[in-house]
């Protein structure tokens, strides 16, 4: 998913990248989290051996998205956090058990192809840029079943609303103009609640940060300068 947007950061030398996959996803081996909380902390721990060496920046879409500003929740000295296509709160548990029911009756999260490429990507895209969306399609089709319902059920539990005011981490909530399935107006909630906010939109659907790669690279590196700026001035004082 992020591999575009990095691409366009790959001439920042002293960036170090940490990539995760959720627990299924990818290279991951399967689990059962229960919260977005438990996400989190899985993050932070994963994230341990890197926070004493320099300004740490959390970023995350949609699920991600969640787990990234949790992360700054628990965490404190998270320097900068990166929220795109996500919320504060997820869907309705009517819609997460029709979900959840469709992928274990299938037996795979890719049980509804048509319907997720159109709520992941814009008609111009999908027509476009058709080796893209296939290679997002095989990636779902190779997630973990249990693994994939978990997650469902966590963020289906998950109501961050009112509960962010108190963050002092700076961030940026970056929505799609064309995103259904998190409207940017979710997005623009988390800006308006969460003071070191700032909220940005890019035209792309859900997985705006693949369609739109540049500009989501452009947003995170104004991020980055931001947070690493920061810290050097303050390592120089």
Do not use: K
Not at 7 to 29: I, K, M, N, S, Y
Not at 179 to 188: F, G, K, L, S
């Amino acid at each position: 998913m992020w591999d575009p947007a990095l691409a366009e950061l790959a001439w920042r030398d002293r960036l170090d990248v940490v990539l995760l996959d959720l627990p299924g996803h990818g290279d991951a081996a399967p689990g059962e989290p229960e919260t977005v909380q438990d996400l989190a902390s899985a993050t932070l721990a994963a994230l341990d051996a890197s926070m004493g060496l320099g300004p740490v920046v959390v970023a995350g879409v949609s699920l991600g998205g969640a787990i990234a500003v949790e992360c700054a929740r628990l965490n404190g000295s998270i320097a900068g956090i990166a929220s795109f296509a996500s919320a504060l709160h997820f869907g309705t548990a009517r819609g997460w058990a029709q979900l959840e029911a469709a992928a274990q009756a299938d037996q795979t999260a890719a049980f509804d192809p048509t319907g997720t490429t159109r709520g992941w990507f814009t008609n111009g895209f999908i027509a476009s840029q058709p080796h893209a969306v296939a290679r997002a399609m095989h990636d779902l089709a190779r997630v973990d079943v249990g693994s994939y319902v978990a997650c469902c059920r966590a963020l289906s539990r998950y109501d961050a609303r009112g509960r962010v005011a108190a963050l002092e981490t700076r961030g940026i909530a970056v929505g799609g103009a064309a995103d259904v399935a998190t409207p940017a107006a979710q997005m623009r909630m988390l800006a308006r609640e969460a003071p070191g906010f700032r909220y940005h939109e890019l035209p792309g659907a859900h997985l705006a940060v693949i369609e739109n790669a540049s500009e989501a690279a452009w947003y995170l590196d104004q991020l980055l300068d931001a947070t690493i700026g920061e810290e050097r001035g303050g390592a120089q004082r």
